[in-house]
């Protein structure tokens, strides 16, 4: 649907192995349906691909676009296992058309103006990033089951959004908890987790996750400095703010996740997709972004099980 | 613009009193580039127009589109004579298809929810509303010597705010005041106001109006009653929120003024529109609720200018 | 329970009418029991006096406390007669110590704080003042009856607010309502109103009342100028805000009512007073803001009857 | 000062190792003047003793008041030595009067309030707390010298305020950095750290220190749990927010330091500690409590020298 809004794009192929599915999107946005997607990433007159496939296809997709030099924008994470992503690498890297990894919120209009200002230098050397993020209630137990556990599946962004700030990150500290959900507990997995980042310039970032929260999707971010602070907190769907006998200057709720809370940024997304496959100059999550999340996922799955920090190098 | 985005509307005519004007528009987004008004109002495959020609020009667009059984979204006010005004009101009563005035913040989606709220009972029966209304600079002096005064200019659209809430008002106190702009005083004109205006239900309605505000647009909106309170405070672009050595918590600046402010509510109001043309069950302003705004603006005239109470029938 | 606590102050006599009131209050805060006011006022010793009898009696007990050169601090109004007020003007403006109304709120550290930064010019020259004050709840309707109407018993602090920024009020504006109140209606008076007030330079005041808030005692303040915007706010008792599953961001509820809300504000009132008695250099509220709060009052019941503006002449 | 004002407390003996100081500070609010603090916590009449003197000097003055039988309110943290801590533990625990830490954070009415609403189960079982602390700047180097480093001086009043809400704390990870200020890197210590607790019942508890802060003290509380947040954010002076040109609802700045931010919690505590020695039955922070706090900052540094997770037992 975003493409077929686009101004600058054109749905020219939908793919899915449904091929009802396939056909019913195709007839609603226009493009020819498939099922095959090598078949897609290959058909005439296409320029780009939207990888939203399963984890497990995602190697194969991109290896296919890079081979028939589209460009290819595809969702986190690249791999569950980064063997398979390091095998990739080289060949990203030379890839002729753009590679753009799916970190939605670097295109959120709150944290892209944060992010301006302390490039901009508002609060001098950035000191502290402070990310909490929490799911308003957790995917089911068989999503969980093959989701590659919390920190691969969901602290993937938060880490993303860490090296945003702080690209070179040398140490993770992990502590994962158990707080709700037997399920979960019950697969080996974290309900929730706290990570302490070092980065190379002695920055500490600090990601606070959940998978549940009462008042819906919580989503903040706090850069500090040696000059002040910035904040950027939830998102109300409207302005409007109560007072009655029981609390006062109370808003909300908040949206419940995230297709509500980053509908501006996924088509923002895009837009720099689209402008990135046309050759403008525009910045995005590449491959080596999503390697690096994938890398300081694993390093925190290793800190948290075994009580230490973990090293990394990022640059190598 | 609008209108060639929409998914429910085509953009037929674009009509321009200056040639170049239309020609260029239409060759952006499509459409017959006309000169004459009433030609584009009786073009074949018309089914609505908007207007949003000068206000003189309004009655005879108005009256072309009803007798040419056409939909009409109509600029505010419809006339600065109530009298000429008053001429259509029987035809526009029994116009076949919708006459909207465009009170364009009556689709704000943060006032629509507020507007939602106090009729779903939330505080109880409405006892008193503020308006605050405050343009982040004056018009040109040229403007403002043929506007009809601040009333009939600017408070125009806070009395119909008002009317949303109380639809009965029965009488108009108003106070105006000359505060910083020799031009405006010059004029005979005033460049701050305050209203108080009575509801048939006894309801107590505040309008704040300046035409300047150091901090951008300040458009702000109180309902109370016997429950509770609801507010919707100024909007801004992002929820960032900063901290510094001289002040914390600061946000903004506001958007600066009103296609900033009201993006949405253009778009949802055009919505309406052609919704409401096409048959479709929904609420908007209507020729009734611009006369009423108009008679409210002359009455508070006469109450500044005589230092009374002015007592109003809306019902008549 | 304020003077035993001051550290400059002694209290030396507690005068009630009820004896045993005194003697209970004498016992627990010292000083010296006594009944009659006259004897306590002349009493040996006494530098001065508060004055929080019944408002009736408040002539004579100034007048009384003016002879005998000894400093008072009156509750408001001084009397419900403006007659009586001016015949004790004179003497009034020739007592050889302070005279002092208790209008509490301009040593509210909040209000104070707002007042000096508009005095400092943080918003340039002051153009519109918005008051706004609500009690929980109504007094009893027997209060009521002798309280001299909604203008001289409740917006009167507020009218002194007005004053004290803009102390040349040339124009009162009102209208009442009746919007909850069988009793109070009953009583020939107002349970809202709303007041606009010129003031010579121009300046416009609004302010807005209700003898109820669901949500507590609504005590607001909005100073505007061409440079900016003050507010204070409603304060709460802590700073805790709540997150839940129906509402965010929520605090609250306010403090009931002015002995929570202002507590502060008596204990500076009280210490300014005692400094003021000791000839020290302190601006205080005089016998002329009381009778120019109750002159505006008077003003404000004729407008809000006849439904027209008032002009006064607080410079007589 | 504090004891001379309260209501329930007389000041018997001021003790200071400077004799004139001691002496002028008895001449302003009463008492004895002594120099030698065993002969203070001996004298006739002394029901309880604060100690306030330098950290080595804690255990032996804490000894001879638990000796004297007296009750004792001692700053923290009891030494930097869990040794000698440990060897007056038995003694401590069997004092015959109240022995209270000076955990002063625990009588402030913003985190009490939060304390008492979590207590009541507002948000369900605690599952996350994040305590931010800043100070505005970091003590001369001389003082850093001497004070145990950044865990034992300054974390450790977070550390208590962690154990507040989760007890049984079960393990700690430290992150140290050197962020800003060459002098404290010199001495071997830290700038800026970040903590990890995890509680017995799985309770996540975050710590964010940093020595420095443009915008003032920053002292902050959040707790999470299944059914929503609540949260302490900076308290202002006053209720004043700003709107200008240049940012919006602007307030602050914040109190600077811990004198002005606490100067209500520390009245509280003394208040506490008076009823406590008295024998009613009050809250408070006690020997245990101080020997917990300092085993974590002993943890926490030993966490973050050695990049591990370190198990401690608090109920051994």
């Excluded at 780009?48 to 460009?71: C, D, K, N, Q, Y």
């Excluded at 990739?88 to 709150?110: I, K, Q, Y």
């Excluded at 919390?150 to 700030?165: K, N, Q, V, Y």
């Excluded at 694993?298 to 990394?312: I, K, T, Y």
Aim: glycine residues 8%; contains cysteine; proline residues 4%.
């Amino acid at each position: 649907m975003s493409i077929a809004r686009s101004e600058n794009a054109a749905l020219h192929v939908v793919c899915d192995a449904v091929a009802d599915s396939a056909r019913r999107t195709a007839e609603t946005y226009g493009g020819r349906a498939l099922t095959d997607p090598l078949e897609a990433i290959r058909a005439d007159g296409v320029e780009a691909v939207v990888i939203a496939s399963p984890t497990p296809t995602h190697v194969e997709l991109l290896s296919a676009a890079i081979e028939a030099g589209v460009g290819a924008l595809c969702e986190k994470p690249i791999d569950l296992d980064i063997a398979r992503v390091d095998a990739l690498r080289e060949r990203a890297r030379s890839a002729p058309a753009p590679v753009m990894l799916g970190f939605n919120r670097r295109f959120d209009p709150h944290f892209a103006e944060l992010h301006r200002r302390v490039a901009a230098g508002e609060i001098g050397r950035l000191e502290h990033l402070a990310v909490t993020s929490r799911d308003p209630e957790p995917a089911p137990d068989a999503y969980i089951a093959t989701s590659g556990g919390i920190f691969r599946d969901m602290t993937i962004h938060d880490l993303d959004m860490a090296r945003w700030f702080v690209p070179e990150v040398t140490s993770v500290s992990a502590v994962g908890f158990r707080q709700f959900s037997a399920g979960i507990a019950g697969l080996g997995d974290y309900d929730a987790a706290v990570l302490t980042l070092t980065g190379a310039g002695g920055e500490s970032v600090v990601i606070t996750n959940s998978r549940h929260s009462a008042y819906g999707y919580d989503q903040r971010l706090e850069a500090f400095g040696p000059d002040g602070l910035l904040q950027v907190g939830n998102v109300t769907e409207t302005a409007v703010r109560a007072w009655g006998a029981a609390a006062v200057e109370a808003t909300g709720p908040y949206q419940r996740f995230f297709l509500e809370r980053y509908s501006a940024a996924y088509a923002l997304e895009l837009e720099a997709f689209v402008r990135a496959v046309r050759g403008e100059d525009v910045a995005y999550p590449g491959f080596e972004d999503g390697r690096a999340a994938l890398l300081l996922a694993d390093a925190a799955g290793v800190s948290a099980r075994e009580g230490r920090a973990v090293n990394v190098d990022l640059t190598a």
